[in-house]
């Protein structure tokens, strides 16, 4: 999940998104992306399985 | 000029409603020292001074005719760009929106309009609230006014609305917190200020970060004027779906100056741990302070909070792109890079990462709420560090080096990710001079005991009081 990101699996999942970045920006995201991957990773330690998500917040 | 620069809000409105000052005068002299200041403090995108002294004059008419007055009749306010204003643009610090004139007033201007409030104009502001350290390249980045000698930065995002606050351009501002944009700021310009629960201050029309991230709140000098300000802000609005029902005490009424028995749980673990020794000497120094007036000071722990950093990420990042994504399409060389990079790095954030985030919310939650059932609020630095260089990019934590916008952000995001209320106010100043903030966070709702202490702090202190030698 956190494997480096080549350039054009960057741009397809660009285009996927709706997106029609050139190469010269997406270059720019790159190590931002990857970075945040890194960290989204992290979500999967967390015993999340029985827990409803915060989807409506807390209102009285 | 200098009394009136450095008045509170609450005294300014006392000394209004007495006919002692005029709100004309207030207002003149608060538009000569933006002038004479804000070239290098750049804390204003937008001045409406004529407008700001029609209603000046205005307040004055109504205060000699004896007309019944709003708590804070003729008193200035600074609005962060993104809080919309009906005939006067609102640019959300961008190029994008530099031209965007809004035909109404969001709730809370309109609300503090009604409160007899005169606004003096648009504050500056990290683009789209996008960041915490205060820079802007498109309005130029605010000057922290604690540092003569160097260019040091305001925290942000609501940087514009730190620095005229802190150089007396304005007694209160209003700030919005996404991560920590009202604390942040606070913390690195020697103010108080809060983020009240989620759904305390109505949202509607103000530009948005993340929906569910963003909270709305004001920027003063002490606790007081934050009560002061809060109250008159707060409360149901049928315009934000996510605004509550519950009723708005009166905040300025719970300052009590007692904290007698007041459990107050201190946070250690990656709290004081990450704080540089200056902060967390600032900061111990003054849980014994609330100690000495009475308060039960214990160490409590949120193992919990390690992992906020991935579950905000995933839920703001997504609901920011969300929000940016036609400009994002079209208009992306128009943004700051610093700030397009990352709103487009939002696109690759998956619908099940922002449900993990979303789950992790609710544990996060959860976790400050098992806290605070055991104390009435918690205590933290509010930002590890005092304010960096403008340029800096790198910081010496406590417990290791940081990126800056990742430290500056670090302890005030958990209580975006929960939602509990949180003000920062200033606990101490560093050797250099530069001021110090502590955080207190408390129960849902319950803003009240949360200024209270930090009131009560303010009256046995005097960091607050301290102002910033100007040119």
Redesign the interface.
């Known amino acids: 999940m956190s494997e480096p990101l080549d350039l054009d699996a960057?741009r397809a999942?660009?285009r996927l998104?709706?997106?029609?970045?050139s190469d010269t920006?997406l270059e720019?995201?790159r190590p931002?992306?990857e970075a945040?991957?890194r960290?989204?990773a992290?979500?999967?330690?967390?015993p999340?399985a029985d827990?409803?998500?915060?989807?409506q917040?807390?209102?009285? | 000029m200098a009394d009136l620069a450095f008045a509170s809000a609450a005294e300014l409105a006392r000394l209004i409603a007495g006919k002692q000052v005029s709100p004309v005068e207030v207002v003149r002299s608060q538009l000569e020292r933006i002038t004479s200041l804000d070239g290098s403090l750049k804390s204003f995108i937008t001045v409406t001074a004529e407008a700001a002294m029609t209603a000046a004059r205005e307040a004055e008419a109504a205060v000699l005719a004896g007309r019944p007055l709003g708590p804070l009749h003729g008193v200035p306010l600074g609005l962060k760009d993104l809080y919309d204003t009906a005939g006067v643009r609102t640019t959300g610090g961008s190029r994008i929106l530099a031209d965007r004139v809004p035909a109404a007033d969001a709730t809370v201007v309109r609300r503090l309009r009604e409160a007899g409030m005169i606004t003096l104009g648009k504050l500056n502001m990290v683009e789209f609230a996008y960041g915490p350290e205060g820079r802007n390249a498109h309005y130029g980045h605010a000057r922290n006014p604690w540092d003569a000698s160097t260019h040091r930065m305001a925290g942000g995002s609501s940087s514009g609305s730190g620095v005229a606050v802190a150089a007396g351009l304005v007694p209160v501002a209003l700030g919005s917190d996404t991560g920590g944009s009202i604390r942040i700021p606070c913390s690195l310009c020697g103010l108080t200020g809060i983020k009240p629960t989620y759904g305390r201050v109505s949202r509607a029309g103000v530009l948005p970060l993340s929906w569910s991230m963003d909270h709305v709140g004001p920027m003063t000098r002490n606790a007081a004027d934050s009560a002061l300000a809060l109250r008159a802000m707060a409360g149901y609005d049928a315009a934000d779906p996510t605004s509550s029902v519950l009723p708005v005490p009166d905040y300025t009424a719970a300052l009590s100056g007692d904290v007698r028995g007041l459990r107050v749980g201190l946070l250690r673990a990656f709290f004081l741990e990450s704080a540089t020794s200056e902060v967390r000497s600032a900061v111990e120094a003054a849980a014994r302070a609330l100690e000495h007036a009475g308060a039960i000071v214990d160490e409590v722990a949120l193992p919990g909070v390690r992992h906020v950093a991935a579950g905000a990420l995933a839920v703001v990042a997504t609901e920011a792109m969300s929000y940016h994504a036609a400009w994002l399409r079209t208009r992306a060389g128009d943004y700051d890079p610093a700030v397009g990079t990352r709103l487009m790095a939002g696109a690759f954030v998956t619908g099940v990462h922002y449900v993990r985030g979303q789950q992790a919310r609710a544990l996060m939650r959860r976790e400050v709420d098992e806290a605070l059932a055991r104390h009435d609020v918690l205590l933290a630095p509010a930002t590890p560090v005092t304010a960096p260089g403008i340029d800096d990019r790198e910081v010496a934590l406590g417990d290791g080096a940081s990126d800056v916008r990742s430290a500056l952000i670090r302890l005030t995001r958990p209580f975006n990710f929960s939602g509990h209320p949180a003000c920062s106010a200033p606990c101490g100043f560093t050797a250099a001079g530069l001021p110090i903030g502590m955080q207190i966070v408390g129960r849902p709702f319950d803003e009240a005991t949360v200024l209270r202490v930090a009131d009560a702090y303010q009256r046995v202190t005097d960091w607050h009081a301290r102002r910033p030698v100007l040119a």
């Open positions: 960057l999942a660009a998104a709706g997106f029609a970045w920006q720019a995201i931002m992306v945040s991957r960290l989204l992290g979500l999967e330690e967390l999340l827990v409803e998500p915060t989807t917040f807390r209102m009285f």
